[in-house]
C-alpha cells in the first residue's frame, strides 16, 4: 500500500468534509473488497488486529473469583464475581452482551463462566479468549491487558466477502489514519492465501460520504 495513495484519498475525504459540513464527527472507515477465493481452503478472514492508533473507548467486564475482586475493579468497567453468576438470566446476559465491548475471565473459573455465559458470548463473538489477551489470571497486569483491547479490531469475512473497519475520525492527523491503514491492510493481505492478488478494491469512506478508492 502507497502512503502517498493513501493521504491522496484522505484530501478527497476532507475535499468531501468542507463541501457539506454536518453537525457531527464522521468516522473514516477502511472498505477493502476481495475477489472469491482460488484456494482449496475456503476458510474466512477471522483477525484480531491491533491498531497503532486507539479508534474508539471500549467498555469491559471481567468474571472472577474473590481473590481478584479489588484489583480487577481498578482496571475493568465492570466486574462479575464467579458468587454472582446465579443472579444472571438470559434478559440480563443479552442487556450485559449489549453493553460490553470486552469480556475478560479469570483463568481458574472459565468453565464457570462458559456455563453460565458461554453460548451467549460465542455467538456475539465476544467470549473470552487468548488471542485477544482477555484471559487473566492474578499476575496479569489488568491496566495494560484493559487498555489494550481498545486498540484491538476484529475483521471477519464469514458473512461477506470484503472488509470494513473503522480505521479513524474526520479529525484525526493524517498521519494517524495512515498507520492504521497500512496495519489493516497488511494484515488482511497476510492473512489471503493469494495475497494482495485476491483484493479487487480498496476504499476510503466517510460514515455519510462516497467511497474514495486507494
Not at 190 to 209: C, D, F, N, V, W
Request: hydrophobic share 40%; net charge positive; aromatic share 6%.
Amino acid at each position: 500500500m502507497d502512503n502517498d495513495t493513501i493521504k491522496k484519498a484522505i484530501s478527497e475525504l476532507k475535499a468531501q468534509i468542507e463541501s457539506k459540513k454536518r453537525k457531527f464527527s464522521q468516522a473514516v472507515d477502511l472498505v477493502i473488497v476481495l475477489r472469491p477465493s482460488t484456494a482449496k481452503a475456503k476458510a474466512p478472514v477471522d483477525l484480531v488486529v491491533s491498531l497503532p492508533n486507539k479508534v474508539r473507548e471500549v467498555s469491559t467486564c471481567a468474571f472472577v473469583d474473590k481473590d481478584m475482586s479489588v484489583q480487577s475493579a481498578q482496571s475493568f468497567s465492570k466486574v462479575i464475581l464467579k458468587d454472582d453468576f446465579p443472579k444472571y438470566d438470559k434478559k440480563t446476559i443479552r442487556k450485559l452482551i449489549k453493553g460490553t465491548d470486552y469480556f475478560f475471565a479469570e483463568a481458574t473459573i472459565m468453565p464457570q463462566m462458559a456455563a453460565k455465559f458461554g453460548k451467549q458470548l460465542t455467538a456475539a463473538n465476544k467470549m473470552p479468549n487468548p488471542k485477544t489477551g482477555t484471559i487473566i489470571n492474578p499476575t496479569s497486569n489488568l491496566g495494560a491487558a484493559a487498555k489494550n483491547v481498545g486498540s484491538l479490531i476484529r475483521v471477519n469475512t464469514a458473512k461477506n466477502n470484503a472488509v470494513l473497519v473503522k480505521v479513524g475520525s474526520q479529525d484525526w492527523d493524517e498521519s494517524k489514519l495512515v498507520e492504521n491503514v497500512n496495519v489493516v491492510y497488511s494484515s488482511v493481505k497476510s492473512a489471503l492465501p493469494e495475497g494482495e492478488q485476491r483484493i479487487k478494491h480498496t476504499y476510503l469512506k466517510l460514515t455519510m460520504g462516497k467511497p474514495v478508492a486507494i
